[in-house]
């Protein structure tokens, strides 16, 4: 069973740019979350969708941070304009019901 | 605030001691717990999960929950070098009809030959 795909692997844009990231879930996982991990942190929750509508975004910083996930498959994560402190690692879960699986992440270097 | 506390550590042992890693979290109203490795540089790793107090097995992995003490632990037997990663303790939160995950920040293991 394929997992949880994420890309790009690795992004570096300087600040007020925008940036976009793109994530694939394991078929069948209903629920779909985006993390934030900065070096020496745990993650911590930006946005959950249950199929391709939201079921908590309460920390996400939507003055600059946007997610869809249409047709309750592929998710992507849009930060417009990016600020230093957004450098961090960006991580996609997907789960059938408790059990969270998580991507590769996708590393951004904000400048 | 719900909050998940670990010793980020470093906590070193000796190759073939049992590791042993705590975590308390501050929500009673958690219902699932989990232990994630994080190898430097690579995303986090499901190895254990747990729902009911006690102890639950598998292989040189155990877990223990204690949920009147807020407490979850996971043990590490025979540890090897391999095992030398940071382990991430997490606590399920129901958010609006979700199961978002808190995380600690993670205790940092090194296991020396």
Partial sequence: ?111 | QKEVEQNSGPLSVPEGAIASLNCTYSDRGSQSFFWYRQYSGKSPELIMSIYSNGDKEDGRFTAQLNKASQYVSLLIRDSQPSDSATYLCAVNSNSNSGYALNFGKGTSLLVTP
């Fill in chain 1, 1 to 111: 069973e394929a997992g949880v795909a994420q890309s790009p692997r690795y992004k570096i844009i300087e600040k007020r740019q925008s940036v976009a990231f793109w994530c694939n879930p394991i078929s069948g996982h209903a629920t779909l979350y985006w993390y934030q991990q900065i070096l020496g942190q745990g993650p911590k929750l930006l946005i959950q969708f249950q199929n391709n509508g939201v079921v908590d975004d309460s920390q996400l910083p939507k003055d600059r941070f946007s997610a869809e996930r249409l047709k309750g498959v592929d998710s992507t994560l849009k930060i417009q304009p990016a600020k230093l402190e957004d450098s961090a690692v960006y991580l996609c879960a997907s789960s059938i019901s408790y059990e969270q699986y998580f991507g590769p992440g996708t590393r951004l270097t904000v400048t």
